[in-house]
Structures are given as C-alpha cells and as structure tokens.
C-alpha cells in the first residue's frame, strides 16, 4: 500500500470513528436532558462532514436519520427560538442546507434563513474587515438560493515581515480575507500574485506555530485557507493532515484538553463539560481533515 493510499485509509478510519462518537454524543446531556440545539446542529454537521467527507458514504445514514432529531430539539416558541438561532447564525445555515439536502422541513429554522438574509441586505457594511467578517453568512444564504450573487472581494497584501510577526487578531482578519478573496477556493482569477507566493511560504511557519502552542482552531483555520489557495503542492498540508489525524482520541473525538476539562468542571456548571468543549473542536478538526484530504470537498459547498 503506498503512501497516499495509506493516508487515505486513515482519513476514513478517522471518519468512521468520529461518526461513532457523534452517534453517542447525544447521550452525553444525561438520560434527562433534552438535548441542547447547539450540540444537536453541531452534532448534525459532524455527521455529514463524516459521511460526506470522509467515509464518502453516499448512503449517509446515520446523517439522514438524525436530521428529524434536529428539528426536535428546535424550542416550539418562535421567540425562543429566533433568540437562540441568532447566537450563531452560520451553524445553522450550514444545518439547513444539509436538512433541505435530505428535504426535511424546519419552519423555525426556514424563518430565520429568511430573516437574517433580509438583514444583510439591507445591511450596509461599515467597512472591508465588517465585510469579511460577515462573509461566511452571505456565502451560506447565497448557496441557500436566499442572497444576492456576492460581489468580488480583494486579497489585501502585507509585508512579510508583518506577516511572520502578526498577531492573533491580524491573523484572523486575514484568514477571513483570504476565505472571502477566493470565495471558499471558487476563485482562482488574479490569485497568481508575489503576495500568494509569499503566504505559500509562511503560512505553513505560522500554522505549524499555532499547532505548537496547541492554538488548534487557529492552525486549522490556517490550514483550510492553504486549500482555499490552491496550494495543493506543499508539503506542509500533509504534514498538518498528519499532526490532526494524530489528536484523535480511542473513542473517537478529537483533542487532549484534560486540564482545560478540569477547569470548566470547577467554573462551570454545565450539564456536559464534554459535549462543550469536545463536540465544537471535533467538528473543526473534521472539516479540516476533510478539506485537506479531499481538495474536491467544501464544506461551506457541500449541500
């Protein structure tokens, strides 16, 4: 078995046993709980990025059959509900393009959609960072048939001397430049400039920096944006896959946050420190694996 197969052999064995997990997650609230929407969206994402993604299983059963549980979890009260939608308005379009993907209907959720989208439209943006930073949205309600056509936006440049020494919140700004520059990688035209060839270099500097300090979100956001690049010819991709294929736990989850576990359970009082602290990172790591592994998948063009 060569190399690329043995990887490949991997990611799918990663898949199968974050599905598993994901599967059992639910049970995690306690045999009293219902569960919270948060999880139940994230849990939903999870299932498909693993079916779709990774198993590339076209079945997607375990998928499928949890999209009515989903909408279960959807509070009756329409104001409940909208409150809670509105805490993280991504997550749930990524959850209703994967419903409306198996035709499951949510009137809650299909309100919101319209609602939010009707917002941005009429919503002027203050500046180009505001713009990027609500990108993600727009892009989603686009893929949704529920915005306008986006406009093109601008990779802007820095020095790479400001770029090695940038910190986190420049940082930041620019990975939502850059996903927002190349439309999740749909936009190769223009992107052949000295600037890419120099975040060919150095983002791999700083994503390897950011996983050395077990700042695993920022690093993993880095690694995405190589995709979005189309920078499918340097090493240090598969050096990244590696290193996340290696945080995944026996059971199936991903990350070693033992201590940061500890110190919620002492300052929280949640009914599963797990499922909030494990749940949105494995979530994260899946979508990296995925995109990393299969440049033909996109999470945010999946559904």
Same mark, same amino acid.
């Given at each position: 078995? !060569?190399? %690329?197969?043995?990887?490949?052999?991997?990611?799918?064995?990663?898949?199968?046993?974050?599905?598993?997990?994901? =599967?059992?997650?639910?049970?995690?609230?306690?045999?009293?709980? &219902?569960?919270?929407?948060?999880?139940? @969206?994230?849990?939903?994402?999870?299932?498909?990025?693993?079916?779709?993604? #990774?198993?590339?299983?076209?079945?997607?059963?375990?998928?499928?059959?949890?999209?009515?549980?989903?909408?279960?979890?959807?509070?009756?009260? &329409?104001?409940?509900? +909208?409150? @809670?939608?509105?805490? !993280?308005?991504? $997550?749930? #379009?990524?959850? $209703?393009?994967?419903? %409306?993907?198996?035709?499951?209907?949510?009137?809650?959720?299909?309100?919101?959609?319209?609602?939010?989208?009707?917002?941005?439209?009429?919503?002027?943006?203050?500046?180009?960072?505001?713009?990027?930073?609500?990108?993600?949205?727009?892009?989603?309600?686009?893929?949704?048939?529920?915005?306008?056509?986006?406009?093109?936006?601008?990779?802007?440049?820095?020095?790479?001397?400001?770029?090695?020494?940038?910190?986190?919140?420049?940082?930041? +700004?620019? =990975?939502?430049?850059?996903?927002?520059?190349?439309?999740?990688?749909?936009?190769?035209?223009?992107?052949? &400039?000295?600037?890419?060839?120099?975040? *060919?270099?150095?983002?791999?500097?700083? +994503?390897?920096?950011?996983?050395?300090?077990?700042?695993?979100?920022?690093?993993?956001?880095?690694?995405?944006?190589? %995709?979005?690049?189309?920078?499918?010819? *340097?090493?240090? %991709?598969?050096?990244?896959?590696?290193?996340?294929?290696?945080?995944?736990?026996?059971?199936?989850?991903?990350?070693?946050?033992?201590?940061?576990?500890?110190?919620?359970?002492?300052?929280?009082?949640?009914?599963?420190? !797990?499922?909030?602290?494990? $749940?949105? $990172? &494995?979530?994260?790591?899946?979508?990296?694996?995925?995109?990393?592994?299969?440049?033909?998948?996109?999470?945010?063009?999946? @559904?």
């Amino acid at each position: 078995m !060569d190399s %690329r197969s043995l990887v490949s052999e991997q990611v799918r064995s990663a898949g199968a046993r974050a599905r598993d997990w994901l =599967v059992a997650a639910q049970k995690l609230e306690g045999p009293d709980s &219902t569960l919270n929407p948060r999880h139940a @969206f994230q849990i939903l994402v999870g299932l498909w990025i693993c079916e779709q993604g #990774l198993i590339e299983d076209q079945t997607f059963a375990c998928t499928s059959a949890y999209t009515h549980k989903v909408c279960q979890c959807i509070p009756d009260d &329409t104001e409940e509900a +909208m409150e @809670f939608l509105y805490s !993280d308005p991504a $997550l749930v #379009l990524f959850s $209703l393009g994967i419903l %409306r993907f198996f035709d499951v209907h949510s009137s809650q959720i299909e309100l919101f959609a319209t609602k939010i989208s009707e917002l941005l439209q009429e919503h002027a943006d203050q500046d180009e960072e505001e713009a990027n930073e609500l990108f993600l949205v727009r892009f989603l309600l686009r893929r949704l048939h529920l915005h306008a056509p986006l406009p093109a936006y601008t990779l802007h440049e820095m020095p790479a001397g400001k770029l090695i020494d940038a910190d986190d919140a420049s940082v930041s +700004m620019l =990975v939502k430049n850059i996903m927002a520059a190349t439309h999740y990688g749909q936009v190769t035209r223009g992107m052949e &400039t000295n600037f890419v060839q120099t975040l *060919n270099s150095l983002l791999p500097v700083i +994503m390897f920096d950011y996983f050395r300090t077990y700042n695993l979100e920022a690093g993993m956001q880095i690694l995405r944006c190589m %995709r979005y690049l189309h920078m499918y010819e *340097n090493r240090s %991709r598969g050096a990244g896959l590696h290193f996340l294929l290696a945080q995944q736990q026996t059971d199936g989850h991903f990350g070693f946050l033992a201590y940061e576990l500890n110190q919620l359970k002492t300052t929280e009082h949640l009914t599963s420190p !797990d499922l909030h602290v494990y $749940l949105p $990172l &494995t979530v994260s790591f899946l979508w990296t694996i995925a995109e990393t592994a299969h440049p033909q998948f996109v999470l945010t063009q999946s @559904f």
